[in-house]
Each structure stands twice: as C-alpha cells, then as structure tokens.
C-alpha cells in the first residue's frame, strides 16, 4: 500500500498521545484507512506476500552470486549488492533497457547497487538485463 | 491547544478507534460506529443527518469516481509511491489558475497546509495574527509550536476585522484570512481583501499573508474574487484552497496552495507533498477538470442553503449572509442546548464557538431534502409553530 500512505508507531499511551498532537492520524484518508483495516485482518495474505518474495528473493541471490557478485544477506524486499563499480553506471545501463534499479547510496554509491525486487517473472526479465549489462 | 472541528460526539477519531477493534471487516466496523448514535432515544432516522463538520454530502462527482475505479481497480498502482502522480497533480492544479507547476504545493487536507505556513513562516518572536473567530487549525498549530497568537476580535457584524487585523500585522510571521470565514460563513468582497493586502505589506513586509479560500466554490456575492492572481504575483500572499468541500473529498486528504515559487519551495521543504495518497490524487486530478460538476454542487448547495436560511428567518432567527456551505445562526440560546436537543432526534449540528457559543450555532448544509428533514427537527427543538416552519 505505498500509494495509499499508511504506516504507524506503537509505543505506551503518553508517548503516543504526544503523537497525536501534530494530528498525524488526521492525515489519514478514509480509503487507505479502510484498505489497511481489512489488510491487518488478512493475515494469510501476508503469508502469501512473504513465501512470494523469500522466494523471489533466493532465486535473485542466488543469481548475482553465480555471476560472482556478493550479496549482503537480505531480510527485506531488496538486495544489496556488491557490484564493484559504480551504482550509477550500472543503473544508467539499466534504465536504458527499462528497468529501474536504486539510487545511490553514499558512502557506499561507488561499489554497491540496490535492487527491490518484483515478481519472480519480472525478476526472470531483469535478470537479462543484468547479465547483459554484468557481462561486458 | 484550541478544540478542534474533529471534537464532536461522533468525530473520525472515534471512526478510526472504532474500526482499529480486532481487525474486524471495515463495513461491520462502520456499523458499529453508527450504533452508538443510534442508541440515542428517540434517533427517528435510522442515520443521523451530519450536519456538523461542513462536509460535503453527495461525495466526490461521478467522472472522479470513474477514475478511481480505473486507476485502482488493480492493486499494483496502490503498491507503488506517487511521486509522477503527484507531478501530474500539481500540473492540472496549475492550468486551472494559469499558472505553473512551481506555483503549487499539496497536502493531506487544507490542514497540513496551513500547518506547514504557520511551521515556515511564524516562530516564538513572529506571532500569528488571527480572527477570533476563525477556522481554528493555524492558531492551534502556533500554540503547538510555540508561536504568539494576536487574536483579533470579529467586527459588530461577525465579520472578520480586517482594520484591526492589519493593524496588528507589524512584526507578525502570519496573517491568516480565511475567506469565506469558517465558522461565521461571512465573505470580505475582492476590493476589501485586496486593500488589506496592500494595507499589511505596506505596514509589516516582511509579514506573510495567508489566504484560505477552502469555501471559494460556494460563494455567490458577486463582489467576491479569488487572491490567486496575487499570490502568483507576490511572495509574501499565499492562498491555500482544498478539496474537502465543493469537490467532495472530505475522506480523501488533498488540499494545495498557490503561490510564488519562492514561497512554495519553502511550503515544500516542510511538509513536502509525498504525504498524498494515490487515490486522493486520481479523484483530485479528476475533479479539478469536472467545472460542470464543480457549478452543480454550488448550485445544489445555493438552493439548499436558501431553503435554510428562508426556514430560520421566518421562525424568528437571523444567520449571517453565508457564502458557504453552512450557516451560523443566532438561536438566542446556548449552542450546547440546542446541538443535544437536536442530537437526540437524529440531527448533529456543530460544536461550540466560543465568544459566541451562548447564542449561535453553526449548522453545516446537506442536501435540500436533508434540510428539509432537519428543519423539521430544528423546529420542534426551538418550539417553532407549524406555520412559521
């Protein structure tokens, strides 16, 4: 639910109170509220979201490190990976056959590229791209 | 810090409490939000009339709703942040009034951007200058914040006292003007407005004077304009407009303000506009080019206001000469008395309005026969004979 522009804090009660001062719950609109309601009472989706993208995962490791490339172990949706040159370089390449990699990330920005991950067929597609462009 | 619009009997707040209970399904949730109003004795509509919070009741227009069906009917554009939606956002704001991207900043509501001018633009040594009374978010948020209020007293006829504002101005971050004023429903007329603006730069130019034009849509004294014209020309006048009202989207979280691009960056820095949700900005962008659906609900709300106002005026009781989409009427009584008489038959009117909580009442316009059904009320609450109502 990126687009929709929900998250939360969860403390004890005073500290959330002081929270809600600045109104932060008021910037909340009544169809995200409604999505992440119904979403907190889906926890099998959850599930499902989370088998998806392990799996998804795995595969998207596993291929940067049969290309010879060290993946930092990822508990996340993305990974980050050391690529050894540039992350501008490599997300210019990218970008040029439509696939959009990270920014960079200082002091890191030189080395290492950050990769999200998509479905496990948009991550098949990418991978294409990638050891296109890795190949060289 | 001052009450809020939201500190009603039935407010979002308890909406939001109500459906974080267990995680149970949003419609049941919803209905168990309604049950606690229709627990009240005597609720004879099974739905209370929401005549408090200056809503609008028929919700965004068709066309805006089609948009949502067809940007959202998947759930992929939902996973993904706004940033491009936002930019197109800011473009079609920015055609409307001639003007460019760079003029425009948007937020959750008219709220956050009021909240980020009184942020960028007072601190402990630059008060605010505001109406007493007036729409309440600026001085709340400068009291939250730490900023001086210089509030200023209406004039004899509820309006807001720009003389007496102006004058105040010197040395002041803020000057805010909301009009149409919120909750006294009174207009100042182009030509008074403009005169203040040259009468605060000249007198304090380092002030910044913000306009907000959240009921602009429903205005019909045709003495009235919009400021845009001069917050594009001019650094120091911002005009904050939202989408709350005309266009329906209460729920929906988007408000923006125009300005000089200066003026905006600074509006940015703070609040930035990433805080919109994706469907407030598919049903904005298209709302914004629905000025047919625009002009029916002024119209709509025209005619419902009048029925209203004729209603009051001939059971005994005078309201000022709304430009809005509510009124605020002088019941000679306690606004509290009425509001729980009223309440207990099904209708909620708005909360108090201090100096003025002991004589008037703001009353919010629903549809006609919505008003219709509430003046029913209203006259049985205020012991109105049957051929006054």
Known sequence: ?136 | MLPKESAMPFTRRTFVKTLGIGGAGVLAARRDAWAGLADVAGAAPPRPLLLHNNENPLGPGQAALDALRAALGEGAPAGRYVFTRIDELHQAIAEKFGAKAENVVTGCGSTQILRAAVQMFTSPTRPLVAGELTYEECAGYAELIGTPVRAIPLDRTLKLDLGAMADASKGAGVVFLNNPNNPTATLHSADAVGAFVDRVLTASPDTTILIDEAYHDYVTDRSHKTQVPAALANPRVIVARTFSKAHGMAGMRVGYALGHPETIQKLESWEGSNALNVAGIVVANASIRDQARLEAESDRNTKARQFTIDWFAKAGYSATDSQTNFLFVNIKRPAKEFREACRARGVLVARDFPPFEKSHVRISIGTLDEMKRAAQVFGKVLGVTAKAA
């Open chain 1, 1 to 136: 639910m990126a687009g929709l522009r929900v998250g939360y804090a969860i403390g004890q009660a005073r500290t959330m109170e002081a929270f809600n001062r600045w109104a932060i719950t008021f910037n909340q609109n009544s169809l995200s509220v409604a999505a992440a309601v119904a979403s907190l009472a889906d926890p099998a989706h959850i599930e499902a979201e989370r088998a998806r993208n392990t799996e998804v995962r795995a595969f998207t490791t596993g291929f940067f490190q049969k290309l010879g490339y060290r993946v930092l172990p990822s508990d996340t949706n993305f990974v980050l990976v050391e690529l050894g040159r540039p992350a501008k370089e490599f997300r210019e390449a990218c970008a040029k056959e439509k696939v959009l990699v990270g920014r960079d990330f200082p002091p890191l920005e030189k080395t290492h590229a950050r990769v999200s991950l998509g479905t496990l067929d948009e991550m098949k597609r990418a991978n294409h791209v990638f050891t296109a462009i890795l190949g060289k």
